[in-house]
């Protein structure tokens, strides 16, 4: 079992920065490939990022690649999301989740565990 929590999100004008984390807790959470994803209101959760559980492999969504960048420190079991460059498109709530296999994934069904979310909002 693997806990996940979520925290950094806020309120930011377009163009600006802002970084959010993601807090796991569990046996072996350090070996879990992790993603982002988000949902605006009244849309569906969409991708956003994914790192393998080495870190090595990472994989965005053309919409946040050269904006957005996924890292873990695992000695920290905590995975981040540092997103520059900010849209107003880009608000949402801000869920990170985790897997036990190897790999990268966008896909929503490949994840196990899901923290409770974050809100971004970005103003323009």
């Known amino acids: 079992q693997v806990q996940l929590v979520e925290y950094g999100g806020g309120w930011v004008q377009a163009g600006g920065s802002l970084r959010v984390s993601c807090a796991a807790s569990?046996?072996?959470?350090?070996?879990?490939?992790m993603g982002w994803f988000r949902q605006a209101p009244g849309k569906e959760r969409e991708f956003v990022a994914a790192?393998?559980?080495?870190?090595?492999?990472?994989y965005y969504a053309d919409s946040v690649k050269g904006r957005f960048t996924i890292s873990r420190d695992n000695a920290k079991n905590t995975v981040y999301l540092q997103m520059n460059s900010l849209k107003p498109e880009d608000t949402a709530v801000y869920y990170c989740?985790?897997?036990?296999?190897?790999?990268?994934?966008?896909?929503?069904?490949?994840?196990?565990?899901w923290g409770q979310g974050t809100q971004v909002t970005v103003s323009s």
């Open positions: 989740a985790a897997d036990p296999s190897g790999g990268v994934t966008i896909l929503i069904s490949d994840y196990d565990y």
């Open positions: 569990g046996r072996r959470s350090s070996r879990y490939r």
């Open positions: 790192i393998s559980a080495s870190g090595g492999s990472r």
